[in-house]
């Protein structure tokens, strides 16, 4: 069985300012996808960024890009100038390879609670 | 677009009682999933519906069980509830598409036992 690990229950970080959360995991797959999840205090959980494990290169989606270390199992999120909406609960998931027939389930860390301080 | 619709938002049960939780996915996605979100457990998949066919399930007991219908709306129901059972449950939409694993969450709905 898969298991995420978040290391930082809480965290923060002055606006403008950059920072990372960790996310580790193991697995005995080869390909599988990894995800950050936000939940904003509003509870809906919105997709944060994807990666996909055989890509090599890094995800970045304006702000936030991780870091994908695949042989040392993991997957830390940076927030580059962090804004007071990034306020909010971070979960790294794990998901399965995916095939025609695959269910969908995402194994989640225990989350990183992180607050933007102004 | 619609995003994942759950209903309802809030409700109060009483131990022993039974209650049923519906989510509407996004339009087109045919898989639903159901997951569980407590302070001390964290987020725990409970099942996978994908064409009105159960393709997996978590570790929860018998108690808990769930449905799809042909408009890939979901129900989950939980009998004999117990005041562990008091969490924000939430539900998923993904496409069945093989170029993304994305999960699309609704806002939960809020279970208090009582």
């Known amino acids: 069985a898969q298991t995420v690990t978040q290391s930082q229950p809480e965290m923060s970080v002055q606006e403008a300012e950059t920072v990372t959360l960790s996310c580790t995991y193991d697995?005995?797959?080869?390909?599988?996808?990894l995800f950050w999840y936000k939940q904003p205090p509003s509870r809906q959980m919105i997709l944060v960024i994807r990666?996909?494990?055989?890509?090599?290169q890094n995800a970045t989606e304006n702000r936030f890009s991780v870091n994908f270390q695949k042989a040392a199992k993991s997957f830390s999120l940076k927030i580059s100038d962090s804004q007071l909406g990034d306020t909010a609960m971070y979960f790294c998931?794990?998901?399965?390879?995916?095939?025609?027939?695959?269910?969908?389930?995402?194994?989640f860390g225990s989350g990183t609670q992180l607050t933007v301080l102004p | 677009k619609a995003g994942v619709t759950q209903t309802p938002r809030y409700l109060i049960k009483t131990r022993g009682q039974q209650v049923t939780l519906s989510c509407s996915p996004i339009s087109g996605h045919r898989s639903v999933s159901w997951y569980q979100q407590t302070p001390g457990q964290g987020l725990q998949f409970l099942f996978e519906?994908?064409?009105?066919?159960?393709?997996n399930k978590g570790n929860f007991p018998g108690r808990f069980s769930g449905r799809q219908f042909s408009n890939s709306r979901s129900e989950m129901n939980v009998s004999t509830l117990e005041l562990g059972d008091s969490a924000l449950y939430l539900c998923a939409s993904s496409s069945s598409g093989l170029n993304t694993g994305e999960l699309f969450f609704g806002e939960g709905s809020r279970l208090t036992v009582l």
């Open positions: 519906y994908f064409s009105e066919t159960q393709r």
């Open positions: 697995t005995s797959e080869n390909n599988y996808y």
């Open positions: 998931a794990f998901m399965n390879p995916i095939s025609s027939g695959s269910a969908r389930q995402l194994t």
């Open positions: 990666q996909e494990a055989y890509k090599q």
